[in-house]
């Protein structure tokens, strides 16, 4: 029972360099999400999907890129990395519905996290 | 725009003491969260309340959530050192945004 899988765990990039993370779920969610984790700061949403081929904005989306080609996978591209983007990256998948219209609970289930770097 | 605030951001307690954290939110909702991360883990869910005036509790955990206050409550009875984590409440936007705290670290010392 794999739940929510996120890689690489670690990453260093130097600025300018792109790199995609990689999430995918096997619980058959609609909802998928990516967060980041500053010190102090909680978890800030980059992006979102509430469905395959249907992405959002979050509160940080700026640097960064999504797409949903199915319900499965839900990867995170940084396009032109820089050190403000160092952080650790939690990507979350849920079974919420369309806005409106939850089926279940809501809660978010967790991948292990990414560490990124960039210097 | 959705801002969830946590307080205390830190917490130091002995052990069999009890303590309540404390989540205010800015927006109408009645969907809350609490989640639990234990250091250089990951997030797992522990409590979901849907509704104004619900109530959960899991071993020596509370929670509850007053809507109409934009309140939620997590209440720890006789901590003991297992309860050491840092713990954040989530809320839920109405467009499928979820806003987090920015966490409660707690330490529980013998």
């Known amino acids: 029972n794999a739940g929510v899988t996120q890689t690489p765990k670690f990453q260093v990039l130097k600025t300018g360099q792109s790199m995609t993370l990689q999430c995918a779920q096997d619980?058959?969610?609609?909802?998928m999400s990516w967060y980041r984790q500053d010190p102090g700061m909680g978890l800030r949403l980059i992006h979102y999907?509430?469905?395959?081929?249907?992405?959002d904005q979050g509160e940080v989306p700026n640097g960064y890129n999504v797409s949903r080609s199915t319900t499965e996978d839900f990867p995170l591209r940084l396009l032109s990395a820089a050190p403000s983007q160092t952080s650790v990256y939690f990507c979350?998948?849920?079974?919420?519905?369309?806005?409106?219209?939850?089926?279940?609970?809501?809660?978010?289930?967790f991948g292990e996290g990414s560490r990124l770097t960039v210097l | 725009e959705l801002k969830v605030e946590q307080n205390p951001l830190f917490l130091s307690m002995q052990e069999g003491k009890n303590y309540t954290i404390y989540c205010n939110y800015s927006?109408?909702?009645?969907?809350l969260y609490w989640y639990r991360q234990d250091p250089g883990k990951s997030l797992e869910s522990l409590f979901v309340?849907?509704?104004?005036?619900a109530v959960k509790q899991e071993g020596r955990l509370m929670a509850s959530l007053d809507t109409k206050a934009r309140l939620s409550t997590l209440h720890i009875t006789a901590a003991v050192h297992d309860l050491s984590a840092t713990y954040f409440c989530?809320?839920?936007?109405?467009?499928?945004?979820?806003?987090f705290g920015a966490g409660t670290r707690l330490t529980v010392k013998p």
């Open positions: 979350a998948s849920s079974s919420w519905g369309l806005a409106g219209a939850h089926g279940g609970a809501g809660e978010l289930f």
């Open positions: 619980m058959n969610h609609e909802y």
């Open positions: 927006t109408t909702s009645d969907r």
């Open positions: 989530a809320v839920e936007a109405n467009n499928n945004d979820m806003r």
């Open positions: 309340l849907l509704s104004n005036g």
């Open positions: 999907s509430v469905g395959a081929g249907i992405t």
